[in-house]
């Protein structure tokens, strides 16, 4: 079992950046596949991004491709998104997920383990 705490949100102007954590426990992250999710206000949670284990291989919803980017660090149990050139559109809580199967997934239901979100708002 893996536990999952986001962290980093916050307020930005559009065109800003922000860098979102996720940290884990346990000794077995590098086990999981991680995504980040968003879901906005009166929407279904969406996918993001994804990553695999070794962080080789990188997967990106058509909304964020070239905005943003995942990343992990397996030594520190962390995988992370750094949003640029952010919409008012991104506005949402965001979540990371850990998906122990071994090919990246965009599907919500593929994911196993959840954090509790954290609020990211743009301005417009």
């Known amino acids: 079992q893996v536990q999952l705490v986001e962290s980093g949100g916050g307020l930005v102007q559009a065109g800003g950046s922000l860098r979102l954590s996720c940290a884990a426990s346990g000794r077995t992250f590098s086990r999981y596949a991680m995504g980040w999710f968003r879901q906005a206000p009166g929407k279904e949670r969406e996918f993001v991004a994804a990553?695999?284990?070794?962080?080789?291989?990188?997967y990106y919803a058509d909304s964020v491709k070239g905005r943003f980017t995942i990343s992990r660090d397996n030594a520190k149990n962390t995988v992370y998104v750094q949003m640029n050139s952010l919409k008012p559109e991104d506005t949402a809580v965001y979540y990371c997920?850990?998906?122990?199967?071994?090919?990246?997934?965009?599907?919500?239901?593929?994911?196993?383990?959840w954090g509790q979100g954290t609020q990211v708002t743009v301005s417009s």
């Open positions: 990553i695999s284990r070794s962080g080789a291989s990188k």
């Open positions: 997920a850990a998906d122990l199967a071994l090919l990246l997934s965009s599907d919500i239901t593929d994911y196993d383990y």
